[in-house]
């Protein structure tokens, strides 16, 4: 074997050594930290708001959770296995306790158990619900009172949990819960759209879009950028290349041709699919960019700035500019046009041949389209 391939096989192992030792040193150092946080767990004075109140937070933690309970060896079972996981609990024996807090403090869960006096955990339902229907109920039940807690997710309980549990039942039950919460969060909140600048090192979260500041929209989803020259840039906006998803080919403008608003201006190629992008502006295309062409992936990064396609000599502004969109317009069209697509798609999207329920946008939809419902929505969105 050569010297240098030796060497490169070597170099490879020790990496992962190191980075695996790093790993589990950073692991045992975290698990120190949430250790001493369950030791220094006190019971806090808060008066009247909960006096069995217990608390133990950790840094980032994956969700708040509140148990209620009357056995301490229960709560203690919580703190224990769910703070050493990475979750801040807080524990108190009372449902009164527990409506208290949840009127001052925000919880992603609430653990109750079913069978406690003064205030059941049918009741400690109904109020939280009530209350802050965005937090999530958990009933604790014994096998005798299994069908109560079913009972319990008509006033709306996420779900429950048996006991006695184990550790590993326990992690895996809230690690699942977690996740059905965050599916649903993530299904009602409207996808977000910023007005901003992204530097090298930023990235959008998924289900966000972007607007440069200073940037005009067009209806057929072209971004329009004044120069100080009084030439303008042109490009495809982000909510077009986000449902396109892949792009094969640009079809750039002929330079020095004359293009007036609502004409064909460059086209988008997937496979044997293309799209035509209509000019926001009238004018004659001074520069095309070429490197963009030479370069398609940068557009996955951002579709703006220096990824403009080409750049018009206007000759209308003062009459076209007010028919496109900036700022405060530019966002509320967006997130009319992703309501609208939304509703659109659902025509499209099929399972077993049946329409879909429960529909999500997602980046790079359009590719999954059939050729002719991929033409009827394209046409629909971006050839205005």
Excluded at 95 to 121: C, Q, R, V, W
Excluded at 293 to 299: E, F, P, T, Y
Aim: contains cysteine.
């Amino acid at each position: 074997m050569p010297l240098f391939i030796l060497a490169v096989i070597v170099f490879i192992i020790a990496d992962v050594i190191i980075r695996f030792a790093i790993k589990t040193v950073n692991e045992k150092k975290i698990r120190k930290e949430r250790e001493s946080i369950l030791d220094e767990s006190v019971t806090l004075d808060l008066s009247q708001e909960a006096v069995s109140l217990k608390r133990a937070e950790v840094p980032n933690p994956k969700a708040k959770i509140l148990c209620v309970d009357d056995e301490d060896i229960i709560l203690d079972s919580f703190r224990k296995i769910l703070v050493l996981d990475g979750y801040s609990v807080d524990t108190v024996s009372s449902g009164f306790h527990a409506l208290n807090l949840i009127k001052s403090h925000h919880y992603d869960f609430i653990f109750t158990d079913l069978k406690m006096p003064e205030m059941d955990g049918v009741e400690v339902t109904k109020k939280v619900k009530f209350l802050r229907p965005d937090i999530d109920v958990i009933i604790i039940t014994g096998y005798a009172t299994v069908e109560t807690a079913v009972d319990c997710m008509k006033f709306g309980a996420m779900d429950y949990v048996q006991k006695p549990f184990t550790e590993d039942e326990l992690l895996a039950f809230t690690k699942k819960s977690l996740l059905k919460r965050q599916d649903r969060i993530h299904k009602q909140l409207k996808p977000r759209v910023h007005i901003t600048h992204l530097s090298e090192e930023d990235t959008l979260n998924v289900g966000e879009f972007s607007i440069p500041g200073g940037v005009f929209i067009s209806e057929g989803h072209c971004w329009a950028a004044i120069a100080q020259d009084g030439t303008v840039r042109v490009g495809l906006d982000d909510f077009a290349k986000k449902l396109i998803g892949k792009i094969d080919d640009i079809e750039f403008p002929n330079l020095g041709m004359t293009i007036v608003k609502g004409q064909p201006l460059f086209s988008i190629k997937q496979g044997k699919k293309s799209i035509q992008f209509n000019s926001p502006i009238s004018g004659q295309v001074a520069k095309v960019n070429q490197e963009l062409g030479d370069n398609l992936s940068a557009l996955d990064y951002s579709t703006y700035e220096k990824n403009w396609i080409c750049v018009i000599d206007a000759e209308k502004l003062d009459t076209e500019l007010s028919q496109l969109k900036i700022g405060k317009n530019a966002v509320n069209y967006f997130q009319d046009e992703i309501e609208m697509y939304n509703k659109r798609i659902k025509d499209f999207i099929k399972n077993d041949g049946k329409k879909s329920e429960g529909y999500e946008m997602y980046w790079g939809q359009l590719e999954n389209l059939e050729e002719k419902e991929w033409y009827i929505i394209t046409g629909e969105f971006f050839k205005k």
